[in-house]
Nanobody, 115 residues
């Protein structure tokens, strides 16, 4: 599975950005798609996920501000980020979960929120 992310950039606090991730290749058996971001400790923390049934899951820190959506026909997942805060600054990674066939990651896209 190849993942191509787009939409990162620099924005002022309170602004918005929309991230997109297009999956190609062996896109069969995808269970869920989502976004993670890198913590200062170099871990990846969940931001939002969406499964095949359309159920979503959000980190508490982004609830009410971020919205994840998915275009199944095109295997694209979007993350609409509103009311951005400086603490949202991070590298955001697209993730595809294929159950027993594993997880796949994009290269990441940088989001910088200035105060």
């Amino acid at each position: 599975v190849q993942l191509v992310e787009s939409g990162g950039g620099l924005v002022q606090a309170g602004g918005s950005l929309r991230l997109s991730c297009a999956a190609s290749g062996d896109v069969f058996n995808i269970i869920a798609m989502g976004w993670y971001r890198q913590t200062p400790g170099n871990q990846r923390e969940l931001v939002a996920t969406i499964n095949n049934g359309g159920s979503t899951n959000y980190a508490d820190s982004v609830k009410g501000r971020f919205t994840i959506s998915r275009d199944d026909a095109k295997n694209i997942v979007h993350l609409q980020m509103n009311s951005l805060k400086p603490e949202d600054t991070s590298r955001y990674f697209c993730n595809v979960h294929k159950g027993p066939w594993g997880h796949y990651w994009g290269q990441g896209t940088l989001v910088t929120v200035s105060s």
